[in-house]
């Protein structure tokens, strides 16, 4: 009992131990250094920059976030439908990938400019950058899932006579969740960092609503150097969020059957 | 030639002891006991002729195999790697096309669907998202059978493969002997007359894959169905079998066509008599035969 | 490329490399040093300089603030919210006693003044200071949305309001066949000058280089507009293959017409620092809550300079 109570200490205090040595090497290095406040702020600098502007960072974050989740629903479902097309036969591969991979290829900083042309700035331009961000890593792994079955499972169905949509949805798809969800978990990951990419280049702010991105323009113009990690930290903050939700989705929907899904019974 | 019982092209024993059940059932009118004992359907005949199979312009993989199984006899395949074991069933089931020659189960063509088989493969193969019963009913969903039948069977197949306490669990939870029961029980779910075994217990250990050797050849002597089993275990093959075909590679070939009889039911201690080490040694002797001569 | 300029001249100081740091590309706009590099001005003053170009994503008030590089061309604005958060900046000269950053429309909907604005969908950089000045002072709300660098969407959208350079996106908007207005900036309240801005410390260590480095750049801009242009053009076509001739002379036009470095009002020329213009901005940014406190012009103009000046 004492040493269970203990493990389960330690998984919160190290942590917490180690977070707090890097603020303090960070505070001794800016004393050493003597650096400005705009070059280099305080920690704690840092953390009342955050509580002072706290309004304008939720906004700005509820907007960020909005638009992360649609950009990310885009690549769970349009990722999906494009692995399933991907594998449904050699020849659609054949005919199809190499195009998904020059989409995944051309760079990002091309194609958000030309996003905001086409659709004008605003959400649904982030969004979008959003999602062309995040649905390679859904199509690869989801199409790799539903490729890879097993042989021996396959010619299960086979030998009882199963049609070819029978083996889609009985085995390859169920087959494939875990790696889609895999897949998902790569793309929540890369959902914040797209919306905040998008709202550098998309970014609008009529009325103040603009998002994270647009802030840390603000800021960097006004020299607000602690508000600029605030702000970062905060997106931090949202993108553990939004990861750790994916993971739940994860963990919930595999911890039966799944083997890595840590087990704590037999 | 000879069946288990020594009479060829008829059906088993089992099988005539059922049918005698059924109408001494029927005559007392208590038809719905009948429906219960899942009456298994005469058991397979399989006649290869002549059959070839080469991959894709490569070489032959099998060449020319002449075969007949009388319907409800255990036969076996031994042979080195690449003789083709494995193919054989595979193109009984219609999961590998025939190249060449002739291949007849019951009279017909191999297809996928709609056959009466079942295969039991080299890995358990279970649906690790299914839990065991759901792995047992599978086959029976495919083939469109309605919930409440899947589940009676089910039940039953459980209590043959002493599982049932561990119906609702999953794959990962099972060891591997209880994995491949699981893939015994969803393959007689299907009340197969002919059974495809593809070496299904290599990757256990001994004392465990003696006991399942054990259940299976119980399973046999009450159900009655065709039987052919690839191994690469002499001693199981003898302990199963009615019948050894032995192979060569390069292409696949019969090498030998060994009837095997032993006085009695085959239990464990069948393995420590003088007559299964005798046999099993005469077999290896003409597997070693082959191994020199490819 | 080194052979227009002459040799530096025995100097008092040990090292006479310069870097000075400019807002964008380099484009005619920075005309004047650029003609001062290739004329010889600033080697004739005994001055090694580098001109560094800069770009959207260039973080020249830090860089400055750091000593990374000692002196920059920069907005006098920004300075004053930068030495209200104690950067350690200085301004020497104002080179543009009026901003060249104007608001472009198409003439079937012109805006003329401030309320012209309200509703209108204006594209700005999103580190405009002006558009929250100009809404707070003339009571207005200002719909926003952000600056490509491109006229595309203009074109596209006769309503569109541009935030550009006079110099520069008119002359395009014109040549695609827009018939384009513009109101400049400086008439809706937004008064900053385009500045010569030095590093505290090393304008402590190198008052001399400093002064000559402005003296100097004062000629160049002088003869960029009142000579011959060409040595500035061919510099600045080198670094950014963009600018062509006709692109180039419009700009210099528009800045000679518009009296954009000399300045149109008494008392302003080229290098000129109104005290007392500073301090109006100054207030009007702290009452805006950018800057963190009211600045003086005692904080903005280093001492000593403008040289020459009152």
């Not at chain 1, 797209?194 to 840390?216: N, P, W």
């Not at chain 3, 920059?72 to 000269?93: F, G, Q």
């Not at chain 3, 405009?128 to 009571?139: D, F, K, M, N, T």
Request: proline share 5%.
């Amino acid at each position: 009992m004492k040493g269970k109570s203990s493990h389960h200490a330690l998984l919160w205090l190290l942590p917490l131990v180690t977070g707090v040595l890097f603020l303090a090497i960070w505070a001794l290095v800016k004393m050493a250094w003597a650096f400005p406040k705009f070059f280099l702020p305080f920690p704690w600098e840092v953390a009342a920059a955050g509580w002072e502007e706290r309004e304008q960072l939720l906004r700005a974050a509820a907007s960020t976030m909005s638009a992360a989740v649609i950009g990310f629903l885009g690549a769970a479902t349009a990722g999906g439908a494009i692995a399933i097309v991907l594998a449904s036969s050699r020849w659609m591969r054949v005919a199809f990938y190499p195009h998904v991979l020059i989409v995944q290829m051309f760079p990002i900083v091309v194609l958000a400019p030309l996003f905001v042309l086409w659709f004008r700035a605003g959400i649904h331009s982030v969004s979008a950058i959003t999602f062309a961000i995040g649905f390679f890593p859904v199509v690869a792994n989801a199409t790799q899932g539903l490729i890879s079955t097993d042989r021996n499972m396959v010619d299960l169905f086979h030998s009882a006579g199963a049609s070819f949509l029978q083996e889609f949805i009985l085995l390859r798809i169920p087959h494939a969740l875990p790696y889609y969800l895999t897949g998902l978990r790569i793309s929540a990951s890369l959902a914040m960092i797209g919306a905040i990419t998008g709202e550098l280049f998309a970014g609008s702010a009529a009325g103040g609503t603009g998002g994270l991105g647009f802030m840390v323009i603000v800021y960097h113009s006004q020299l607000r150097t602690a508000e600029v990690l605030a702000t970062g930290f905060v997106a931090c903050l949202c993108g553990f969020v939004f990861v750790g939700t994916v993971t739940a989705l994860n963990h919930f929907t595999l911890r039966r059957w799944h083997e890595s899904i840590e087990r704590t019974d037999v | 030639m000879h069946g288990r019982n020594g009479r060829m092209g008829q059906p088993s024993d089992a099988w005539n002891f059922r049918q005698g059940a059924v109408a001494r059932l029927r005559a007392r009118g208590l038809s719905r006991c009948v429906r219960s004992l899942r009456m298994p359907a005469p058991p397979s005949s399989v006649v290869f002729h002549e059959v070839s199979k080469r991959f894709d312009y490569g070489p032959l993989v099998l060449e020319r195999i002449t075969l007949e199984v009388t319907p409800g006899a255990f036969v076996s395949f031994v042979g080195p790697s690449g003789c083709g074991k494995s193919t054989l069933l595979r193109m009984t089931c219609a999961l590998s096309p025939v190249s060449a020659g002739r291949l007849d189960v019951d009279g017909r063509a191999p297809a996928r669907k709609g056959n009466q088989l079942a295969f039991i493969f080299q890995e358990a193969t279970l649906l690790p998202w299914l839990t065991v019963r759901g792995n047992i009913e599978l086959p029976l969903r495919i083939r469109g059978m309605a919930p409440r039948e899947r589940h009676a069977i089910s039940e039953e197949m459980l209590r043959l493969v002493r599982l049932e306490r561990v119906a609702a669990r999953h794959p990962r939870q099972l060891s591997g002997g209880m994995k491949m029961r699981v893939s015994v029980a969803r393959a007689l779910a299907q009340s197969p007359r002919l059974l495809l075994l593809d070496e299904p217990f290599g990757a256990l250990d001994e004392m465990t894959r003696h006991h399942l050797n054990e259940e299976l050849a119980d399973m046999h002597r009450q159900r009655g169905w065709t039987a052919l089993f690839v191994t690469h275990s002499v001693a199981e093959a003898v302990f199963l079998s009615d019948r050894i075909i032995v192979m060569s590679a390069n292409p696949g070939r019969i090498h030998a066509d060994i009837p095997i009889s032993f006085s009695g039911d085959r239990t464990l201690e069948t393995r420590d008599t003088d007559e299964f080490h005798h046999t099993v040694a005469e077999v290896s002797r003409i597997l070693r035969s082959v191994d020199s001569s490819a | 490329m080194d052979a227009p300029h002459r040799e530096a001249v025995a100097a008092p100081w040990q090292d006479a490399s310069v870097a000075f740091q400019t807002d964008w590309y380099a484009q005619p706009e920075h005309g004047g040093f650029y003609q001062a590099l290739e004329r010889g001005f600033y080697a004739e003053e005994g001055l090694s300089v580098t001109i560094l170009p800069g770009g959207p994503r260039a973080l020249v008030l830090q860089r400055v603030g750091m000593g990374q590089v000692p002196l920059a061309l920069w907005r006098s604005d920004d300075v004053t919210v930068a030495v209200s958060r104690d950067v350690p900046l200085w301004c020497l000269a104002g080179i543009y006693q009026r901003s060249a950053q104007a608001l472009m429309f198409h003439a079937a909907h012109p805006v003329t003044s401030a309320e012209d604005l309200q509703g209108r969908v204006v594209m700005a950089g999103a580190a405009s200071v002006w558009v929250q000045l100009i809404e707070r002072r003339h009571g207005i709300e200002i719909r926003r949305t952000p600056l490509t660098f491109s006229i595309a969407q203009f074109l596209e959208d006769p309503l569109l309001v541009q935030q550009c350079m006079l110099t520069s996106e008119p002359f395009l908007a014109e040549q695609a066949g827009a018939a384009v207005g513009t109101l400049m900036l400086d008439e809706l309240g937004s008064e900053p000058y385009h500045a010569i801005v030095a590093n505290r410390e090393w304008l402590a260590a190198h008052p001399g280089m400093a002064a000559a480095f402005v003296r100097a750049s004062i000629r160049g801009w002088k003869d960029y507009l009142e000579g011959d242009p060409s040595p500035a053009f061919a510099a600045i076509a080198r670094l950014n293959p963009l600018h062509g001739e006709a692109s180039m002379s419009f700009s210099r036009q528009a800045t000679i017409d518009n009296r954009l470095v000399t300045g149109n009002r008494p008392g302003e020329r080229i290098g000129a620092l109104d005290r007392s213009r500073l301090e109006a901005q100054a207030r009007m940014l702290f009452e805006l809550g950018i800057a963190e406190r009211r600045v003086g012009a005692d904080e903005l103009i280093a001492p000593g300079f403008p040289p020459g000046n009152r």
